[in-house]
């Protein structure tokens, strides 16, 4: 193996001696580190995994470099919650380095089964000449959150007719049955979702290709995740490969979904609509859904993306994963709302009501790092109106609307450090409304912004000065009422 392979492969275990240690304390000296997300205590986080409730408790996994910010050997990191915004760090759930996940324990789901937690997920190995073999691997974990894997992998090869990139089963139940789909590139280099069936989450039978109209759409779909919602069936994954197309598709990959009548498990025929993305915003990647005890469908997504340096990669780490989110479906559209347990942060509030006239202001009260804000406008006349937030002398995140064109437009071109630049500096969507809501939930370094309820959603990376607290409102070329709220985290 070459140095930077081994360097990358390395496990825990294997850190010289002094590193973890530098570079946890690289990671505490970093401007960006966020206060109510759930990110990495050094090197990278990506994908959601194994997300459940399990004995009481929401139980969430990520994937998880402890050693740097490069993707290398990926552990499953837990974290658990009472209540879904407060989390607890439980330590790490599945370590690689066996036979079949030498070179990392992939993403993957849980379900429950004989009151235990079965965590399925992908083995990932490489050979002496690198040759990649993905194996679909179970760990099992029970009431004491002890974790063990079972010795064998329970899909030991790729089907003919796929490549190796066959990864991230995501399991359901249904009709005494067992389900899952997992991520595929045909041959061809075409992606694709393959379904599975088993008894009891040990002998899996290949059903075949979950059957789309979508036969040439990007070269991989990885993580999907199947589910039904209001009768409808819903398809997520985010596929590789897509060019943009106007306002969509501007991110490196995308994620998003289809919709239609339930999956038919005989012929595995999915009737569905056009796809949609899930998200509208620079940071949003191989999100995974859950169902909640009270029958809520639950999102959370990883809140950046593959391939692409961001500026935290000096300081030893990167990524977090998004607030959970709730789904629900309108007209085959997704309408994602923030969880509604998130109220659960809000410390001081403070209100106002303001009508703007071509200006930019500030009101008492409304500044900060870390906080949720809820901004109404209506009866505009102006041609754009929008909120700057983590502003300060030469910085500012803007978020407007711009009535003539009809979109909403997110502008991070002045944020502070810059991310990604050659995709692009804005992010915008059409939306067509009388009245714009705006609901934000901003960190240190990062901002989730819902429109209208959930009709869309950006989320987003951004690195500004930690003194750029300043939020200013503004309308342009003529007026709008603003009715604002913020809340402290
Ligand atoms: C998506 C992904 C998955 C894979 C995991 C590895 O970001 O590439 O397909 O299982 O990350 O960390």
Same mark, same amino acid.
């Given at each position: 193996?070459?140095?930077?392979?081994?360097?990358?492969?390395?496990?825990?275990?294997?850190?010289?001696?002094?590193?973890?240690?530098?570079?946890?304390?690289?990671?505490?000296?970093?401007?960006?580190?966020?206060?109510?997300?759930?990110?990495?205590?050094?090197?990278?986080?990506?994908?959601?995994?194994?997300?459940?409730?399990?004995?009481?408790?929401?139980?969430?996994?990520?994937?998880?470099?402890?050693?740097?910010?490069?993707? @290398?050997? *990926?552990?499953?990191?837990?974290? *658990?919650?009472?209540?879904?915004?407060?989390?607890? !760090?439980?330590?790490?759930?599945?370590?690689?380095?066996?036979?079949?996940? +030498?070179?990392?324990?992939?993403?993957? &789901?849980?379900?429950?089964?004989?009151? *235990?937690?079965?965590?399925?997920?992908?083995?990932?190995?490489?050979? #002496?000449?690198?040759?990649?073999?993905?194996?679909?691997?179970?760990?099992?974990?029970?009431?004491?959150?002890?974790?063990?894997?079972?010795?064998?992998?329970?899909? +030991?090869?790729?089907?003919?007719?796929?490549?190796?990139?066959? =990864?991230?089963?995501?399991?359901?139940?249904?009709?005494?049955?067992?389900?899952?789909?997992?991520?595929?590139?045909?041959?061809?280099?075409?992606?694709?979702?393959?379904?599975? =069936?088993?008894? !009891?989450?040990?002998?899996?039978?290949?059903?075949?290709? $979950?059957?789309?109209?979508? &036969?040439?759409? @990007?070269? $991989?779909?990885?993580?999907?995740?199947?589910?039904?919602?209001?009768?409808? @069936?819903?398809?997520? %994954?985010?596929?590789?490969?897509?060019?943009?197309? @106007?306002?969509?598709?501007?991110?490196?990959?995308?994620?998003?979904?289809?919709?239609?009548?339930?999956?038919?498990?005989?012929?595995?025929?999915?009737?569905?609509?056009?796809?949609?993305?899930?998200?509208?915003?620079?940071?949003?990647?191989?999100?995974?859904?859950?169902?909640?005890?009270?029958? =809520?469908?639950?999102?959370?997504?990883? $809140?950046?993306?593959?391939?692409?340096?961001?500026?935290?990669?000096?300081?030893?780490?990167?990524?977090?994963?998004?607030?959970?989110?709730?789904?629900?479906?309108?007209?085959?559209?997704?309408?994602?709302?923030? #969880?509604?347990?998130?109220? *659960?942060? /809000?410390?001081?509030?403070? /209100?106002?009501?303001?009508?703007?006239?071509?200006?930019? =202001?500030?009101?008492?009260?409304?500044?900060?790092?870390?906080?949720? $804000?809820?901004?109404?406008?209506?009866?505009? !006349?102006?041609?754009?109106?929008?909120?700057? %937030?983590?502003?300060?002398?030469?910085?500012?995140?803007?978020?407007?609307?711009?009535?003539? /064109?009809?979109?909403?437009?997110?502008?991070?071109?002045?944020?502070?450090?810059?991310?990604?630049?050659?995709?692009?500096?804005?992010?915008?969507?059409?939306?067509?409304?009388?009245?714009?809501?705006?609901?934000?939930?901003?960190?240190? +370094?990062?901002?989730?912004?819902?429109?209208?309820?959930?009709?869309?959603?950006?989320?987003?990376?951004?690195?500004?000065?930690?003194?750029?607290?300043?939020? /200013?409102?503004?309308? +342009?070329?003529?007026?709008?009422?603003?009715? #604002?709220?913020?809340?402290?985290?």
């Amino acid at each position: 193996m070459n140095m930077s392979r081994m360097q990358k492969y390395r496990r825990i275990e294997q850190a010289a001696p002094g590193e973890l240690e530098r570079l946890r304390e690289q990671v505490s000296r970093c401007p960006w580190r966020q206060t109510f997300h759930i990110q990495p205590s050094t090197g990278l986080l990506n994908d959601p995994n194994g997300f459940a409730y399990y004995q009481g408790e929401y139980h969430l996994f990520y994937q998880w470099f402890p050693l740097g910010t490069e993707h @290398g050997m *990926k552990y499953w990191y837990h974290m *658990k919650s009472a209540d879904l915004a407060h989390w607890q !760090d439980v330590g790490i759930g599945i370590e690689p380095g066996g036979p079949y996940d +030498s070179h990392g324990a992939y993403s993957g &789901s849980a379900i429950e089964k004989d009151h *235990k937690l079965y965590l399925m997920y992908t083995g990932n190995t490489r050979d #002496a000449d690198w040759i990649r073999n993905p194996y679909q691997c179970i760990a099992v974990m029970d009431e004491h959150g002890r974790i063990v894997k079972e010795e064998k992998p329970v899909i +030991s090869s790729v089907p003919e007719g796929y490549t190796e990139h066959f =990864r991230d089963p995501k399991v359901w139940a249904e009709a005494g049955q067992y389900y899952c789909v997992i991520g595929a590139q045909r041959s061809n280099l075409t992606g694709c979702v393959l379904l599975y =069936r088993s008894p !009891d989450l040990k002998e899996w039978e290949l059903l075949g290709e $979950m059957v789309t109209r979508l &036969s040439h759409f @990007g070269y $991989m779909w990885e993580c999907p995740d199947y589910f039904e919602l209001a009768d409808q @069936g819903v398809l997520i %994954f985010s596929p590789q490969g897509i060019e943009p197309e @106007g306002e969509h598709f501007r991110n490196i990959y995308q994620s998003g979904y289809l919709t239609g009548k339930p999956l038919n498990l005989d012929t595995r025929v999915f009737e569905h609509g056009e796809f949609q993305e899930l998200d509208r915003g620079f940071d949003f990647y191989a999100p995974q859904t859950m169902a909640a005890p009270d029958g =809520r469908r639950l999102l959370v997504a990883w $809140m950046g993306l593959p391939e692409i340096g961001y500026p935290t990669d000096g300081s030893g780490w990167a990524h977090c994963l998004t607030l959970p989110r709730e789904l629900s479906l309108r007209e085959g559209k997704l309408i994602q709302k923030p #969880a509604r347990e998130l109220s *659960k942060l /809000r410390k001081e509030m403070t /209100r106002a009501h303001h009508s703007l006239h071509d200006e930019t =202001r500030r009101l008492d009260g409304f500044s900060g790092a870390s906080y949720e $804000m809820i901004c109404e406008f209506s009866a505009y !006349d102006a041609e754009q109106f929008g909120i700057e %937030f983590r502003a300060g002398a030469h910085e500012k995140t803007v978020l407007k609307y711009d009535r003539l /064109r009809k979109k909403v437009i997110l502008d991070r071109s002045l944020s502070g450090q810059t991310v990604g630049e050659e995709y692009g500096l804005t992010r915008e969507c059409t939306v067509d409304a009388p009245a714009l809501k705006f609901q934000l939930f901003v960190d240190t +370094s990062s901002v989730e912004i819902f429109i209208n309820d959930g009709e869309e959603v950006f989320t987003s990376r951004i690195f500004p000065d930690k003194l750029s607290t300043e939020i /200013r409102f503004f309308a +342009s070329g003529g007026s709008a009422e603003l009715d #604002a709220v913020v809340w402290k985290y």
